[in-house]
């Protein structure tokens, strides 16, 4: 009997540090990397907005952090410096736009909820309700979906060339989007079908210049027996043939935008609520940490090739109302097994409070929440919900 193979494209896509979005979500980040480092307990919900020569920022935060209007603005100021938005000519600038501060204290409500003294059960509750999603596959070596890691770790080497060799590489400028289009056989990627990129130009640079450096970078980036399947003269580089004006001045950016991007690049469900400028009680955030953590180690644990977590919670309750686990017929034991194994909570508890104690999400060390805001929350083994500390555990729980 003859075998049917399945064969599709699935396409994902990424965006640059310099990204309108991306700004916002690295603003509102550095804020709450701000606060925590001088009050761990802070509650930050910001949100930032930016637009021509101008940004907005607003939402809650109680921290006692010595933090005033001044200080947001400085925060704002140097993260689109260090973007690379310094000339005025770009219609953005950090020395010339102008900043507005819209921030107060978090709903004593919300409050009440969320802290475990004053929760109705004694124990830190979750923020909001709702659901996450954690994912991970054995596509790449760092179980992320192949997709969305190649389209990260272009425009993440992109903006690094432009960082490091502003001389050579000055025809580029902060605002790119890159997009790959993958073939899959059985469940596997297999091959370049298409490999997109628009990245903000001076206006006198040649298309030529950034058909190379990105014929380069593919060279570096993505696997070699893919390459020959498509020629570089098939990218499809800007494809309107000008990206001259870019980055907030182009289009308005807000926190929070980007969802797919930050996560698995539609590979993978999302509940919904966005990662930047939430502080770990919030559960959008810290819950969906998690779920990438335990789908990882599953699939490390050579217990599923792919694998998808839902978890679910009530506002001011710490015990998630659900958890789902579902490893889409390529488990070794049954889905129902694993999940219960989740429910129990002894190897990776979900309450609120001890995902931020697992995780060190209130005091981080060798990373930051700004760093989170780009190239994707998932993937990178400077965060600590990408270790795969927790495989032999599951192992032995199953066994």
């Not at 900043?99 to 124990?123: F, N, R, Y």
């Not at 490893?327 to 002894?346: H, M, R």
Request: charged share 20%.
């Amino acid at each position: 009997m003859s075998m049917v193979m399945s064969r599709h494209v699935f396409t994902s896509e990424s965006v640059s540090e310099g990204h309108p979005d991306k700004v916002c979500d690295q603003i509102s980040d550095s804020v709450l990397d701000y606060c925590l480092a001088q009050d761990p307990e802070s509650r930050v919900a910001c949100e930032v907005l930016a637009t021509t020569d101008f940004i907005v920022l607003s939402g809650e935060i109680s921290s006692t952090a010595v933090i005033d209007e001044k200080d947001y603005a400085a925060i704002a100021r140097r993260v689109v410096r260090e973007i690379g938005y310094r000339d005025s000519g770009l219609g953005f600038s950090a020395d010339t736009a102008e900043i507005l501060v819209k921030i107060h204290a978090q709903s004593p409500d919300i409050s009440m909820g969320v802290t475990a003294a004053t929760s109705q059960t004694g124990e830190q509750g979750a923020g909001d309700q709702g659901m996450m999603f954690g994912f991970a596959c054995s596509d790449t070596p760092q179980l992320m979906p192949a997709p969305i890691f190649y389209a990260h770790q272009i425009m993440a080497r992109l903006a690094e060339l432009r960082h490091s060799d502003p001389e050579r590489y000055a025809f580029l400028r902060p605002d790119a989007k890159s997009q790959v289009s993958l073939w899959y056989e059985n469940g596997r990627p297999v091959g370049l079908k298409n490999l997109v990129v628009s990245h903000q130009h001076t206006p006198e640079m040649r298309e030529e210049q950034l058909r190379t450096v990105v014929a380069q970078v593919a060279q570096e980036i993505l696997p070699a027996a893919w390459l020959s399947q498509l020629s570089p003269k098939e990218y499809l580089i800007n494809p309107t043939g000008r990206f001259v004006q870019g980055g907030p001045m182009g289009d308005t950016g807000l926190t929070g935008r980007k969802i797919i991007v930050d996560s698995y690049g539609g590979m993978g469900r999302h509940g919904g609520g966005a990662f930047s400028g939430k502080d770990p009680s919030k559960v959008d955030r810290s819950a969906a940490y998690m779920a990438r953590y335990a789908a990882k180690n599953i699939v490390a644990a050579g217990l599923a090739r792919t694998c998808e977590i839902q978890v679910a919670y009530a506002i001011g309750r710490a015990v998630p109302v659900s958890i789902n686990v579902n490893t889409f017929g390529t488990g070794t034991v049954a889905d129902e097994a694993l999940a219960e194994v989740l429910q129990q909570g002894t190897v990776f508890d979900f309450r609120p409070a001890e995902i931020i104690k697992s995780l060190s999400l209130k005091t981080p060390r060798g990373w930051s929440y700004r760093q989170t805001a780009v190239y994707g929350h998932f993937g990178r083994e400077i965060f600590p919900w990408e270790q795969t500390d927790k495989a032999a555990a599951l192992r032995q729980a199953l066994s």
